[in-house]
């Protein structure tokens, strides 16, 4: 699965590549006020304050489809399990997943440090 994702990550990237554009939020304006302290009013005017700079990928969400897109044509679903309990991960070690198990509604995964994973039927 590993192999297939970054292929498809690859993939991904070669058609739709990185494509970030600058941007800013508009510009916000605080009025100003009169304030009185009963025998003078004084007047505080208004301001601006600068709109954020930030930038965007504006590829990003074609490129997450065309992995996701990918990946069904080389024939995975994408599913979510629960976490496994630790009772559960510790009992199963440090094994990998390398062949989808049939799952049911008691399976949970157990994420590895290095990034694999292991899908458990604790039945």
């Known amino acids: 699965m590993q192999s297939d994702s970054l ?7 070669k058609d739709a ?4 554009e600058i941007r800013q939020s508009p510009p916000i304006f605080y009025p100003g006020g009169e304030f009185c302290n009963g025998t003078n009013c004084y007047y505080r005017p208004g301001y601006w304050v600068e709109g954020n700079i930030y930038t965007v990928d504006v590829n990003r969400g074609l490129r ?3 992995e996701n897109q990918c ?3 080389k024939g995975y679903q994408q599913v979510e399990l629960e976490i496994c309990n630790p009772s559960v991960a510790k009992a199963a070690g440090n094994a990998q997943t390398i ?8 399976s949970c995964a ?4 290095n990034g ?3 899908i458990v039927d604790p039945r």
């Open 64 to 66: 997450h489809r065309i």
């Open 99 to 106: 062949r989808m198990p049939q799952l049911s509604e008691k």
């Open 110 to 113: 157990v994420r590895h440090e």
């Open 71 to 73: 990946m069904t044509d």
């Open 116 to 118: 694999s994973f292991l």
């Open 17 to 20: 590549p990185v494509a970030n």
């Open 7 to 13: 292929t498809c990550e690859t993939l991904a990237l």
